[in-house]
């Protein structure tokens, strides 16, 4: 493999072109046409516009970007996440034009990609499942059937669905027929699939995923778990590793269940197996990620592998080059999704001009980003402006080198959840690992980040007032 185009933008396309260099792997960008001076693109070796800003015009066109792929003799494509990372037809069309799709084979991500078809892929694998039913169902008398035996609150969910769309927390019968119809109405809109499925809520829960690699020689290997519970929208803002709640023993147990899912489907590649975990500790699977997930980093920082590296490596051929038995978890890492958003705002959007954009820098800090001071904020895609990464030998410390890292990343122009990530790191919840997936609606207020910035202005004030005064001391002393 001599060259790979990154069928993506940004902080990801950056990622994986680094990893391609290190590699001796030649490098090509796409981008639209907004995109034109972006940082992926100058990263490349080769770069090619295939489109107008809106991703349905760019970014989301396989066959214009197999085309390009075609035209530069490029040997395999790297999808990222997002787009048309778990695309199915894509990764076939890619195949079949005889050029390797660095990720899983377009059967495990059409498996994985429905929820439903998921669950019935790992029942025989005697993998932990959430009680519930594992069929689509729009008939309201049946739901009501269902969620009497199982017991409310309910969830309804889309099969097709992610990020939240096409989903409902039913806490009593007689509000399940509009629960259905909103979450039905709300996947078809989405995915353009209103199947839906009912299953326990499972309250308290925390969100634990584990990072799985396969091979093609039949070797399955996980690298331990990661721990995602801080969301806002069913959306992951602050992730760490490892978990702060798992025994060697449980963990040891969630990740074979997790190989185990990767089998029942002829996995190739990283993927991640997502689970769901009680107050009680016990973990039901959720669904697969058949792709590299935003906070990869974090898995890369504790376990001393380039997952990347070893995504095309995989997809070359070749075996994984150590044994489950060999991966060790040295020290913690925790991660904050920087975003483009306003934390005080419902965590809108915030387009804007990027007038000051500094990052932090020191040893134990990474951040893998994705745009350069004076750059405009598109509103065409994620408004991810970077992921921040801190590591360190215990979970106190990498906390702590997180908050300073905050405080060392300068951005103006546009709002961000900068001030939410100290918030989190710094809430006594977090700290004490005590915390679910409830964190943001049972602890975050707006007025928190606003009170704590209203005292940090008063102390700069008091400490400018102490200079002047000193300042004015040092003036006025008579000269000898």
Known sequence: MKKILVANRGEIAIRVMRTAKKMGIRTVAVFSEIDRNAPHV??????????????????????KIIEVAKNLHVDGIHPGYGFLSENADFAEA????????????????????????????????????????????????????????????????????????????????????????????????????????????????????????????????????????????????????????????????????????AKACDYVGAGTVEFLMDADLNFYFLEMNTRLQVEHPVT???????????????????TLPMKQEELKIHGHAVELRVYAEDPLNDFLPSVGTLETYILPKGEGIRVDNGFDEGMDIPIYYDPMLSKLIAYGKTREEAIELMLEAIQNYKVKGVQTTLPFGTFVFGHEAFRSGNFDTHFVKNYYAPEAIQEKSRKEAEVAALMALYQYLNDQKIVQLPAN
């Open 42 to 63: 100058r990263f490349a070796d080769e770069a090619v516009c295939i489109g107008a800003a809106p991703s349905n015009q760019s970014y989301l066109l396989g066959d």
């Open 94 to 261: 890619v195949e079949k034009n005889g050029i390797t799709f660095i990720g899983p084979k377009s059967k495990a991500i059409r498996i994985m990609g429905s929820k439903l078809a998921a669950k019935e892929a790992v029942k025989k694998y005697d993998i932990p499942m959430v009680p519930g039913i594992d069929e689509a169902i729009t008939d309201v008398t049946k739901a009501k059937t269902i969620a009497k035996e199982i017991g409310y609150p309910v969830l309804i969910k889309a099969s097709a669905g992610g990020g939240g769309k096409g989903m409902r927390i039913v806490e009593k019968e007689k509000d399940l027929a509009s629960g259905m119809e909103r979450a039905i109405s709300e996947a078809t809109s989405a995915f353009g699939d209103g199947a839906v499925f009912v299953e326990k809520y499972v309250t308290s829960p925390r969100h634990i995923e584990i990072q799985v690699m396969a091979d093609t020689h039949g070797n399955v290997l996980h690298f331990f778990e990661r721990e995602c519970s801080v969301q806002r929208r069913h959306q992951k803002v602050v992730e760490e590793a490892p978990s702060s709640i798992l025994t060697p023993e449980l963990r040891n147990e969630m990740g074979i269940a997790a190989t185990k899912v």
């Open 300 to 318: 890369e920082l504790i376990s001393g592998v380039d997952l990347v590296e070893l995504q095309i490596k995989v997809a070359r051929g070749e």
